[in-house]
């Protein structure tokens, strides 16, 4: 499976980014899709994530701010973050769950998100 993610890049505090990604290679069930993120000395950290069924988890720093959805046609994964603060600063990965008899973890390289004060 592959994992092509978008969308980073620097944007001002209360500003907004869109990031996407795009999962290929598998004719498997893709169950969560999600975005987890990392800034220096930090543990990786859960962000938001969509399942198949359609529940939807956030960490409670973004909630209210950042949007996730999926497309299952195209498998892909997208989040809207809005209202960005300097503490949104970090690498932000992709992640899916595919699955077969068991569920196997795929991460996409990190895209940057920058907030400037």
């Known amino acids: 499976v592959q994992l092509q993610a978008s969308g980073g890049g620097l944007v001002q505090a209360g500003g907004s980014l869109r990031l996407s990604c795009a999962a290929s290679?598998?004719?498997?069930?893709?169950?969560?899709m999600g975005w987890y993120r990392q800034a220096p000395g930090n543990k990786r950290e859960l962000v938001a994530r969509i399942f198949n069924s359609g529940r939807i988890d956030y960490a409670d720093s973004v909630k209210g701010r950042f949007t996730i959805s999926r497309d299952n046609a195209k498998n892909t994964v997208n989040l809207q973050m809005n209202s960005l603060k300097p503490e949104d600063t970090a690498a932000y990965y992709c992640?899916?769950?595919?699955?077969?008899?068991?569920?196997?973890?795929?991460w996409g390289q990190g895209t940057q998100v920058t907030v400037s004060s």
């Open positions: 290679g598998t004719t498997f069930t893709i169950d969560d």
């Open positions: 992640h899916v769950g595919v699955v077969t008899t068991l569920t196997w973890d795929y």
